[in-house]
């Protein structure tokens, strides 16, 4: 857990994605490329503390509550999925730190298995999710790429 300090003040990158959460998943959308992702689980409630500006170290803390697991199982957990959002500029640094952070807190999850979050990356559905269905619009007005986003 050495590296997680540096994660500290990170925030969704509002700008190049648009994300929901959904029952116990979330979707997130890459607005410049057109690939998908989805998270689960642990990766869902990590998501949850992103969504709502808590540092890194706080969601380890409240992983590792919830969970019933050592603080470095939560910590490399975490760091390495940060990484992973980083990487696909899902997460940009933040200007600054939150002024003050209400306590974090995930209900109970002793029981529930404490798995390493994975962000699933989809790019199978790009080319759709990239059309613009305003413009992008065959004879019968349905949504259709240019003959050059075709071809690329």
């Not at 990158?13 to 989805?38: C, F, S």
């Not at 590792?64 to 940009?92: Q, R, W």
């Not at 807190?105 to 990239?130: Q, V, Y």
Request: glycine letters at 6%.
């Amino acid at each position: 857990m050495t590296t997680t300090q540096s994660h500290a003040a990170l925030t969704i990158n509002a700008d190049k994605v648009a994300h929901e959460t959904i029952e116990d998943e979330v979707i997130i959308i890459h607005l410049e490329t057109g690939t998908y992702y989805n998270l689960v689980d642990v990766g869902r409630d990590v998501w949850l503390g992103l969504e709502v500006g808590v540092p890194s170290q706080e969601i380890v803390k409240a992983l590792s509550s919830a969970y019933g697991v050592a603080p470095e199982l939560a910590g490399e957990a975490v760091e390495a999925l940060l990484a992973s959002l980083l990487a696909e500029e899902i997460l940009v640094a933040a200007d600054s730190s939150p002024a003050s952070i209400e306590p974090f807190k995930l209900s109970d999850r002793t029981g529930c298995p404490f798995t390493t979050p994975e962000l699933t990356i989809h790019t199978n559905m790009a080319d759709l999710l990239m059309l613009d269905p305003i413009h992008d619009v065959d004879e019968q007005g349905w949504p259709s790429a240019s003959p050059q986003d075709r071809a690329l």
